[in-house]
């Protein structure tokens, strides 16, 4: 962990109690003594240095299913790993991801955070 990059991002709700959850899981991952935490902007980016090995993991709440379906193609064609952030299989409904190199990286990382809500993708589906 002391040389891991970790990427993520703020998500699109900014209330109080969502940027304390926020703002506890940057400090958990840091105080595992992660070499870093960035916010790069780009949640396609930041998975996209996942892939290349340029970032050892991100996790995210809020991007929807079309933000992450490709990305975990690459990312696991790649010889990455795509889970959830509850640490079971990716659900692309679900809006929550952890992906990294290394399945203890994934792994530790959905250990670690505190869920985020946000509606699902296929609320409506009937």
């Excluded at 109080?16 to 926020?22: D, M, V």
């Excluded at 203890?104 to 869920?115: G, L, V, W």
Aim: net charge neutral; charged share 20%.
């Amino acid at each position: 962990m002391s040389k891991a990059l970790i990427l993520t991002e703020i998500g699109a709700k900014r209330d109080p109690a969502t940027l304390k959850i926020f703002s506890g899981n940057m400090e958990r991952l840091l105080k595992a003594q992660v070499h870093g935490i960035r916010v790069i902007g780009s949640a396609t980016l930041a998975l996209c240095q996942v892939a290349s090995g340029a970032a050892d993991a991100y996790y995210q709440f809020g991007l929807h299913c079309w933000d992450i379906a490709a990305a975990a193609v690459i990312i696991r064609e790649a010889g990455g790993n795509v889970i959830d952030t509850s640490g079971g299989p990716l659900d692309l409904m679900s809006r929550r991801i952890v992906a990294a190199g290394t399945v203890e990286m994934a792994h530790y990382i959905a250990r670690e955070i505190q869920t985020i809500t946000y509606e699902r993708d296929d609320h409506n589906v009937n």
